[in-house]
């Protein structure tokens, strides 16, 4: 039979328009994995208002902090160190910088009884790693010791030390470090510590948090085995101590600390260098605090975290030996 090719294209052309009319007719129908993908439309939604929430968390401030504040909010402990040439001077200097070394937050005033500052001890404060405020304040004449004067005859490191509460209250004078004082108004505590004492680093934690003036007992001192505050019911109500009890403030200059607001507060405190032997520490007291406002620490003052330690005065006489055959000790190295 006679096929004719119009009408297989005809026929061809019917099947595939029905066809294509029945695949139209499918897709506008609803099919049986419609619930399945909402479900997982739905799960996706879920997750993301999850996401949104954890980033809301996340920008949120905190609500009170559960840590210890911040190292940065510990008020800043200024320590007060006079100092003098003299053959152990590095030594102890370097003993005393590798223990202020251990204390967090502190500032190191070094005050030299000299005309300026000396290549010892700018290099010690260099090399200390600690921040510090160098000062030179030279001793008037009228105020030094003289040849075969005992020590106690007239008090060492009065300039010195007014000289650093000079700086902290703004008015100048170092030679070395950090030059700007304190802003006004930050918080901090003043100590002073001669180069030659034994610190705890725990006595330096005691002291930070000092509103007025704060005290403790201080080991091998006037004569005791230790001297200090007796406090009852954590109220200072007297001293121990056995030489002139009835000094205002018989404490030694390493048993108190001063806060550094009360300090800028009362611009005329400061230690009278004609104050009579053993009243130093009272001259300056007495102008910031009545006693029963002392503030006892180190266990209610039962806990000894400093000693009024001496250095021995070194024998050198091989040395002025040899030096005199011209064989001393090589002069470059420093000691
Ligand atoms: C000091 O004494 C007071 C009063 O007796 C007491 O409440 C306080 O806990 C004591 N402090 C220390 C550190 O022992």
Redesign the pocket.
Known sequence: MKLKLKNVFLVYFLVSIAGLLYALVQLGQPCDCLPALRAAAEQLRQKDLRISQLQADLHRPPAVPAQPPEPEVLPTIYVITPTYARLVQKAELVRLSQTLSLVPRLHWLLVEDAEGPTPLVSGMLAASGLLFTHLAVLTPKAQQLREGEPGWMRPRGVEQRNGALAWLRGQGGAVGGEKDPPSPGSPGVVYFADDDNTYSRALFEEMRWTRGVSVWPVGLVGGLRFEGPR?Q??RVVGFHTAWEPTRPFPVDMAGFAVALPLLLAKPDARFDAAAPRGHLESSLLSRLVDPKDLE?RA??CTRVLVWHTRTEKPKMKQEEQLQRQGRGSDPAVEV
């Open positions: 406090v019911d954590g006892p266990a209610n």
